[in-house]
């Protein structure tokens, strides 16, 4: 097989029904090939936190069978909390390899949907509530991925935030919310990191489903971001194929043969579909096909002991230390101790999330083995179940087994988290607790010592507020893969210091969620109404306590950040407005360690309603101890910019933006505000445009004050009824006739104001 494909001459070649076959999959995991130009079929799998591939035909036509032996790195949600580009790509070339093991030429992933409800069943898949943490991290992914020679799917595009009813249901959302929420990490990805292909979600969005979605796929997509690539389905998601493929969506997956490729055929022979379009779908599987085959011109292998190590390494970097009392973390190694291990799960480790992207591991590190090969000579550990994974009631037995052996115990490691049950793709949550039978089975460990490290295995936020008094330390572990077992051990006998900041807020109770009462809907819908404050946005904007916020995380070290010196240079009016932030860090602990400056911006006065403060920079600086480095980070124009629904487009405004930063959305070690001046942007000036809206703009307002009884008026006017009417549109006023002019008058200004 050569590695060109003229895509031109295969393209003007093909038969009408050829067409059609290339704009479906010949299978679950296969494009369609045309045997007679050379054109292959090509696979694609399930990602990204790993490779899932499936050679041999399943019984479950779904796919969810046995997959080929592949390394599981953390889970998106673990991965987010290293804030590591350098490791999120890492991670993307380290997953690529697998594929070109495999001969596989798209990785279905990564998910950048945003976090909307700590209950949504996929969060493990997802990076964040912040769509700039998320555009930032993904993009990473994808270029380590396709810089192997291996294409990406980003996905779900787009409001794809919850498993209920994720088929059919319509997310209500508007444009703002969708454009500063929504789409900014999926754009962000696109621009920059320009993935090979974008999967559509199944849901509906505003009434159209995402399959069908021209605005989306289309208008967005293509014609704002520039997208060149190739739309696919998720898998089921094409309701109709001819409908679908006229809104910009390319391959349908999988295929509904004999259904969909027939009624595209017939909608061209009909008239009703323009074979451009076909041509346009064709020639984006066919070039999809072209880039993937140098990638397949060769065998390749993989050193599954260096995968699995530097799973390891991810996994340490996923891990975020919420509390450290006393630091009682790490454990000498050498030091007469003895621990008492406690939990299922530190024997039967939760690694993964269930579902699509579920991998067949190469190995699986036990936690309770990795502790105790870690351990010293003078370090007995013992252990205890304490519950069952498979019921959530308390088993007395196992209970108090672990409280007697925490007795004699100088520390214990209490292993907890959520089970397999509990969070899936397919189904949402129904709450954020942990199982009872492990909260219990904390309060009574606690009346026996108050040296307990709980460690979390979860792929998404639990419920603390309740139990984290029972604690010295809590360590959240997430779905780290893999190798989960051995970047436990490691950070608890220090061999590696946490590094982790939550990619996702803490709240101390599941109704602070901004999206409490709308989440998941009902009647095939379900309504955004928190608008643009999800996550630490509403908690924030509410003056909501939380448990831990959004962008925190601890370390064996300590940091201090100050220095902060802010400059500005270009403008909004010239296109080129950059802002530098620059802060001074240094390790002011005695231990080599990383901290994450964290840069927020906020609107002090807006026309809009905006969050207090959004994430619009960040940046990961190693030190040693004593060590100080500088971190320079820039903004651009839409780090100030809000959705203006009114003008369809990004806006800044005139005035005064805070720039605050530092370790979390709510530890701020420095602020400072700047001033930016930006071009007036005028308000339509109409009949229904409001007095306040007419007394802001020069024009009108001189055509009003030439008016000598409307000057009058105006001038004599009781403030208080001058605040009371200047929200009305003018025509209502005119009507009323009590502002000394009528709807023949308000004519009469319009026509000076145009002749002007």
């Known amino acids: 097989m050569s590695d060109q494909l003229d895509v031109d001459a295969v393209l003007a070649a093909l038969t009408l029904e050829e067409k059609a076959s290339l704009s479906l999959g010949s299978d679950i995991w296969h494009t369609a090939p045309i045997e007679r130009l050379g054109v292959e079929s090509i696979m694609v799998s399930d990602g990204p936190h790993g490779l899932r591939a499936q050679f041999e035909q399943q019984t479950d036509n779904v796919g969810l069978g046995d997959s080929v032996p592949a390394t599981c790195f953390p889970t ?13 790509r890492q991670v993307g070339e380290a997953v ?47 270029q380590g991925v396709q810089s192997q020679g291996i294409g990406t799917s980003l996905k779900h595009f787009a409001a794809n935030n919850q498993e209920t009813d994720r088929m059919r249901v319509d997310a209500e959302v508007d444009q703002r919310t969708l454009r500063e929420i929504y789409l900014p990490a ?7 990191a320009r993935p090979w292909t974008v999967m559509c979600a199944y849901n509906k969005i505003n009434g159209s489903y995402g399959s069908e979605h021209h605005q989306l796929l289309t208008e967005i997509l ?31 997956m999988p295929p509904v043969l004999g259904h969909s490729d027939v009624a595209v055929v017939e909608a061209v022979r009909a008239g009703t579909l323009d074979e451009k379009l076909l041509d346009r779908t064709v020639r984006r599987v066919l070039d999809l096909v072209a880039k993937s085959r140098p990638a397949r011109q060769d065998e390749h292998t993989v050193d599954q002991a260096e995968q699995h190590a530097f799973a390891r390494v991810a996994a340490r970097e996923s891990a975020v230390l919420l509390k450290n009392d006393g630091n009682l973390l790490p454990l000498d190694p050498a030091a007469t101790t003895r621990v008492l291990v406690v939990g299922e799960l530190a024997r039967t480790p939760r690694y993964q999330g269930a579902g699509s992207s579920q991998v067949n591991p190469t190995r699986v590190d036990i936690p309770l083995e990795e502790l105790r090969a870690l351990a010293g000579d003078a370090i007995t550990i013992d252990y205890a ?25 100088d520390v214990v490691l209490a292993f907890v988290g959520l089970p397999d049950a509990a969070e899936s793709e397919g189904f949402d949550r129904t709450d954020i607790d942990l199982p009872a039978n492990q909260t219990e089975l904390l309060a009574q460990l606690a009346e026996q010592t108050d040296r307990i490290a709980v460690l979390i295995a979860g792929g998404s936020v639990v419920e603390v507020a309740s139990w984290q008094r ?112 620059a802060v001074t860090v240094t390790n002011t602990g005695d231990r080599a360690g990383a901290e994450v400056v964290q840069v927020y911006v906020g609107d002090r006065q ?54 605050t930063v530092g370790s979390s959305s709510r530890d701020h070690a420095a602020s400072t505000v700047i001033t930016i001046e930006a071009p007036r942007v005028a308000v339509p000036i109409n009949r229904e445009a409001t007095l ?65």
């Not at 998720?234 to 390319?250: I, T």
């Open 96 to 142: 690529a390899r697998e594929c070109l093991r495999w001969q596989v030429s798209v990785l279905l992933g990564p998910g950048v949907n945003m976090k909307r409800s700590p209950l949504c069943g996929r969060n493990f898949e997802y990076l964040s509530e912040d769509p700039y943490l998320a555009g930032e991290l993904a993009t990473a992914l994808v």
């Open 186 to 192: 999926f754009e962000k990805v696109v621009k920059t």
């Open 606 to 659: 807006s026309a809009v309603p905006r969050p207090l403060r959004e994430l619009k920079a960040f940046d990961k600086i190693a030190l040693d101890p004593g060590e100080s480095g500088t971190v320079e980070l820039r903004l651009d124009e839409r780090a100030f910019a809000f959705w203006s629904t009114r003008f369809d487009r990004w806006l800044v405004e005139s005035g005064d933006f805070e720039i």
């Open 76 to 88: 998106a949600a673990g991965l987010a909390s290293s804030w590591n580009r350098t490791l999120l």
């Open 385 to 409: 179940p304490g519950y069952r994974l498979d019921e959530p009631t308390v088993d007395p037995d196992l209970r108090d087994e672990a409280v007697r052996m925490a007795q004699s115990a």
């Open 470 to 581: 029972h604690a010295a330390t809590i360590m959240e572990c997430w779905l780290s893969g893999q190798a989960a077992g051995g970047a436990v051990a490691d950070l608890i006998f220090g061999v590696a210091n946490p590094s982790g900041k939550l990619a996702e807020t803490l709240p101390i109770r599941l109704q602070d969620n901004s999206s409490y009462l709308n989440f998941p809907g009902g009647d095939g819908t379900v309504r955004y109404g928190e608008g643009v404050f999800i996550g630490y946005r509403g908690y924030d904007k509410s003056e909501l306590a939380v448990s831990y916020p959004f962008g925190h995380g601890l370390s064996y070290t300590t940091f201090a950040i100050d220095g902060l010196e802010v400059s500005t240079t270009g403008s909004i009016a010239d296109g080129d407005l950059a802002v530098t932030v």
């Open 692 to 756: 306040a809206e007419w007394l802001a703009d020069p024009a009108a307002r001189a055509v009003l004050q030439r008016q000598p009884k409307v000057a009058t008026i105006l001038q004599h006017a009781e403030p208080t009824m001058i605040k009371m009417v200047e929200q009305m549109p003018v025509s209502t006023i005119a009507g009323f006739g009590f502002a000394g002019f009528g709807p023949a008058d308000l004519d009469r200004f319009l026509t000076e104001m145009e002749a002007e």
């Open 222 to 252: 293509r014609d704002e971001w520039g997208f060149d690539g190739l739309v696919v389905s998720d898998w089921g998601a094409v309701h109709d194929r001819v409908a679908s493929l006229a809104a910009g969506l390319d391959l349908e």
